[in-house]
């Protein structure tokens, strides 16, 4: 599984939109890339993930650049329940079928203040 | 119910003691990860498996080991228990290709 790079935290406003970014420059054409987060001691959540094209779904946006070598999560209007560690990972799957151990890095700590 | 189950939830022992830890999931998935994390750190995978026959080591494999008695149960165990083995060990499973991870609550282990 490709590498991945995040910063160690970042601070955002309440309400405003929180913007994670994520260095993948090693990903391979059948890697996907997948964000979760994790609030305390809870068991990782998962976020949202992507190939190639832009995603959404209720809970944030996924930005891939064109030569998907990295990626922005963007929370749109963050709440304080949002801190958290926000975990970027990229997955290999060719055939119907997943490979890769799955392997998490630290993550971004995100801190969401009033 | 929780979809993916582990028990305890906290345990506490001593060193050289074996220790299990169980996780059960009713996703009908085949695919079951054992992660460990350290304060400050992320989760470090120790071992998966794609289904009863299949198990791989994982980056942190020394010291544990797994056992799949079936599709829906896969437990860890530490045969000695050692004091760097404290940490919080969460299970995971996950469906086909492209699907997420579900994680359960975890296991706060510490050995004294």
């Known amino acids: 599984d490709a590498k991945t790079t995040q910063p160690t935290s970042m601070d955002c406003a309440e309400g405003r939109a929180a913007n994670l970014p994520c260095n993948h420059s090693?990903?391979?054409?059948?890697?996907?890339v997948y964000w979760y987060r994790q609030i305390h001691s809870q068991g990782p959540q998962y976020i949202i993930h992507g190939l190639k094209n832009n995603e959404t779904n209720e809970m944030a946006s996924l930005i891939i650049t064109e030569d998907r070598k990295s990626s922005t999560l963007i929370l749109p209007h963050a709440t304080l329940r949002d801190t958290a560690v926000y975990y970027c990972?990229?997955?290999?799957?060719?055939?119907?079928?997943?490979?890769?151990?799955?392997?998490f890095g630290q993550g971004t700590i995100l801190t969401v203040h009033p | 119910d929780a979809d993916v189950t582990q028990t305890p939830r906290n345990r506490i022992t001593k060193t050289g003691k074996r220790i299990m830890l169980e996780c059960s999931q009713t996703?009908?998935?085949?695919?079951m990860y054992w992660y460990r994390q350290d304060p400050g750190l992320g989760l470090r995978l120790i071992y998966y498996?794609?289904?009863?026959?299949?198990?791989n080591k994982g980056e942190i494999s020394d010291g544990y080991s797994v056992s799949r008695q079936a599709q829906a149960k896969f437990s860890l165990s530490l045969e000695s228990a050692i004091p760097n083995q404290t940490a919080l060990y969460f299970c995971?499973?996950?469906?086909?290709?492209?699907?997420?991870?579900?994680f359960g609550s975890g296991t706060q282990l510490s050995v004294l």
């Open positions: 990972i990229v997955i290999y799957s060719a055939g119907g079928t997943s490979y890769g151990k799955l392997t």
């Open positions: 090693t990903i391979s054409g059948n890697e996907y």
């Open positions: 995971a499973t996950r469906g086909s290709a492209n699907e997420k991870l579900f």
């Open positions: 498996s794609f289904d009863v026959k299949d198990i």
């Open positions: 996703k009908g998935h085949d695919r």
